[in-house]
């Protein structure tokens, strides 16, 4: 079936929603009116983890127009919506594939990623970063469909050409697969119009008033989350294990507030003790932590890893947006209160994982135990097992030696300004007062991932000042994070005798 102007109704209103916006607005009217009031909102600034998305998505848009080497790209730069669509207009007229093709009808401006000629009309290709195809590529596909139907242009097909996870580097699979979506675009295509006509709307009007819901972390977290959401310590967003999913479950049923949960609805030992910390502002320590801290003696070492994580793979075996360890921070006890520190951070764009696993390997050779925080650091040390097989015997031994503090701490001691979270950033300051990250540039690990594939694979682009400088904020935040497992352990060890 083709689709045409004839199939997209009947009503006209002058350009101005973006695609984008179109995708904004059909998770949330208000986010689309601030995206259009407030384009300077700090919240829309991009950060850099998220501009590293952004960059990241144009180069999986390039690698894909690079299977079609014969294609024209509608150049954006310096060019009108005007000048784009005449462009287009013009590039319809051979056969062969067009990149970034800009058209507008009914209110919408769309530029399709790809469009390829199969002789009986056009296939509409929508190019996405993610390992997978997801419901929402559908809905951004469909609108794509409609405006470009609505054009004149006959659409044979919809796909969305996504990263495949069966993919490892370098080249086992294709780095790119195509999912055929057209009947479930063609499905959405009656909801469409409607959807448009209100955002027009909106965007004409006041501030919309939306409640808060799933919405506002579906499909994605809604950069206004503080603006909307509550901030008091004692919402109910705020209690132990409960996300935007079960928040929002909670209001529907008036649950505000973690005062507000029902009696009969018994919370568990973690949301008691949090509760009991709140009621009585006041640190909780359950007896059962002296027991629970039995395990962490000997010769205690003290480890964490940073990764990179990158959309194209880089280093052999990768997959799309695989995790791979980068960088360590190792503190050591010598058993008299004194520590050494051990630290790697890779240089350059070569595959470092062996480096790594040599030199942690030789770090931690005399610890009995070797603390962690979370259980992150054992699953990098399995798949290094795999990525370093000349090394999986001393890998392995050494996975065998990890411990995880963050079960005893949320087993045996809450904070109220732990705020329902036992991130180490959230639980260090309120246990041990005298350390924070408040001092550091990094402050969380995305930002770090970030930064080391920046100095790793663009360095050359880099002011050796800069370079410097990012290594030295990144050595100091994965120090601060071994530093932290340190200090913790020696307030639970306090609060365990008291």
Request: aromatic share 8%; glycine share 6%; with cysteine.
């Given at each position: 079936?083709?689709l045409?102007?004839a199939?997209?109704?009947?009503?006209?209103?002058p350009?101005s929603?973006?695609?984008s916006?179109?995708?904004a607005?059909?998770?949330?009217?208000k986010?689309l009116?601030w995206?259009?009031?407030?384009?300077?909102?700090?919240?829309?600034?991009?950060?850099?983890?998220?501009?590293?998305?952004?960059?990241?998505?144009?180069q999986?848009?390039?690698?894909?127009r690079d299977l079609?080497?014969?294609?024209?790209?509608?150049?954006?730069?310096?060019?009108?919506h005007?000048d784009?669509?005449r462009l287009t207009e013009?590039?319809?007229?051979?056969?062969h594939?067009?990149?970034e093709?800009?058209?507008?009808a009914?209110g919408?401006?769309?530029k399709?990623?790809?469009?390829?000629?199969?002789?009986?009309?056009?296939?509409?290709?929508?190019?996405?970063?993610?390992?997978?195809?997801?419901?929402?590529?559908v809905?951004?596909?469909?609108?794509?469909l409609f405006v470009?139907a609505?054009?004149?242009?006959?659409?044979?097909?919809?796909e969305?050409?996504?990263?495949n996870?069966?993919?490892?580097h370098?080249?086992?699979g294709?780095?790119l697969?195509r999912?055929?979506?057209?009947?479930?675009?063609?499905?959405?295509?009656?909801?469409?119009?409607?959807?448009?006509?209100?955002?027009?709307?909106v965007?004409?009007g006041p501030?919309p008033?939306?409640a808060?819901g799933?919405?506002?972390?579906?499909?994605r977290?809604?950069?206004f989350?503080?603006?909307?959401?509550?901030?008091?310590s004692?919402?109910?967003?705020?209690?132990y294990?409960v996300?935007?999913?079960?928040?929002?479950a909670?209001?529907?049923a008036?649950?505000?507030t973690?005062?507000d949960?029902?009696?009969?609805k018994?919370?568990?030992?973690?949301?008691?003790r949090q509760?009991?910390a709140?009621k009585?502002?006041?640190?909780?320590v359950?007896?059962t932590?002296?027991?629970?801290?039995?395990?962490?003696?000997g010769?205690?070492?003290?480890l964490?890893f940073?990764t990179i994580?990158?959309a194209?793979?880089?280093?052999?075996g990768?997959?799309?947006w695989?995790?791979?360890?980068?960088?360590?921070?190792?503190?050591?006890?010598?058993?008299?209160?004194n520590?050494?520190h051990?630290?790697?951070?890779?240089e350059?764009?070569?595959?470092?994982?062996?480096?790594?696993a040599?030199?942690?390997?030789?770090a931690?050779a005399?610890?009995?135990?070797?603390?962690t925080?979370?259980a992150y650091e054992?699953?990098?040390?399995?798949?290094?097992?795999q990525?370093?097989?000349?090394?999986?015997a001393?890998?392995?031994?050494?996975e065998?030696?990890l411990?995880d503090?963050l079960?005893?701490?949320?087993?045996?001691?809450y904070?109220?300004?732990?705020?329902?979270?036992?991130?180490?950033?959230?639980?260090?300051?309120p246990?041990?007062?005298?350390?924070t990250?408040?001092?550091?540039?990094?402050?969380?690990?995305?930002?770090a991932?970030?930064?080391?594939?920046?100095?790793?694979?663009?360095?050359?682009r880099?002011?050796?000042e800069?370079?410097?400088?990012v290594?030295?904020?990144?050595l100091?935040?994965?120090e601060?994070?071994t530093?932290a497992?340190v200090?913790?352990?020696?307030?639970?060890?306090?609060?365990a005798?008291?």
């Amino acid at each position: 079936m083709q689709l045409d102007a004839a199939h997209c109704g009947g009503f006209i209103r002058p350009v101005s929603l973006s695609k984008s916006l179109f995708v904004a607005g059909t998770q949330c009217h208000k986010l689309l009116w601030w995206k259009v009031h407030e384009p300077l909102a700090k919240e829309l600034q991009p950060d850099k983890v998220l501009q590293d998305r952004f960059d990241q998505g144009a180069q999986v848009g390039g690698l894909a127009r690079d299977l079609f080497p014969s294609g024209e790209l509608i150049d954006a730069i310096g060019r009108s919506h005007e000048d784009r669509i005449r462009l287009t207009e013009e590039a319809l007229r051979g056969r062969h594939p067009i990149f970034e093709a800009a058209f507008e009808a009914h209110g919408v401006y769309v530029k399709v990623d790809i469009l390829l000629n199969d002789g009986d009309g056009w296939r509409l290709i929508e190019v996405k970063s993610a390992s997978s195809q997801k419901a929402e590529h559908v809905l951004d596909a469909a609108v794509q469909l409609f405006v470009v139907a609505a054009s004149g242009v006959a659409v044979t097909a919809v796909e969305i050409m996504h990263l495949n996870k069966e993919f490892s580097h370098p080249d086992q699979g294709p780095l790119l697969v195509r999912a055929d979506v057209t009947d479930a675009a063609r499905a959405l295509l009656p909801r469409i119009p409607p959807m448009i006509a209100s955002q027009l709307t909106v965007m004409d009007g006041p501030l919309p008033t939306v409640a808060i819901g799933e919405h506002c972390a579906d499909p994605r977290d809604c950069p206004f989350m503080d603006r909307c959401w509550p901030q008091n310590s004692d919402h109910i967003s705020k209690l132990y294990n409960v996300g935007v999913k079960r928040a929002s479950a909670h209001m529907r049923a008036g649950v505000h507030t973690v005062w507000d949960l029902p009696p009969k609805k018994k919370p568990s030992f973690t949301e008691q003790r949090q509760l009991k910390a709140m009621k009585e502002g006041r640190l909780i320590v359950e007896p059962t932590l002296s027991k629970a801290l039995e395990e962490f003696g000997g010769r205690l070492g003290f480890l964490d890893f940073e990764t990179i994580s990158r959309a194209v793979p880089v280093w052999p075996g990768m997959a799309p947006w695989g995790p791979a360890p980068a960088q360590f921070s190792y503190h050591q006890a010598d058993g008299k209160g004194n520590y050494t520190h051990a630290k790697f951070l890779a240089e350059g764009p070569e595959d470092c994982r062996p480096e790594l696993a040599r030199q942690m390997l030789e770090a931690t050779a005399t610890s009995d135990r070797i603390v962690t925080y979370s259980a992150y650091e054992k699953t990098q040390i399995r798949a290094l097992q795999q990525s370093v097989p000349s090394l999986r015997a001393e890998l392995e031994g050494l996975e065998h030696k990890l411990i995880d503090l963050l079960p005893v701490v949320r087993d045996n001691v809450y904070h109220p300004d732990f705020q329902g979270s036992f991130s180490i950033k959230y639980v260090l300051s309120p246990m041990v007062p005298a350390l924070t990250y408040h001092d550091l540039v990094i402050v969380n690990g995305l930002v770090a991932s970030v930064e080391i594939a920046r100095l790793l694979f663009v360095a050359q682009r880099i002011a050796d000042e800069e370079r410097d400088r990012v290594r030295k904020d990144l050595l100091a935040y994965c120090e601060r994070d071994t530093w932290a497992m340190v200090k913790l352990l020696e307030r639970l060890r306090e609060l365990a005798v008291t």
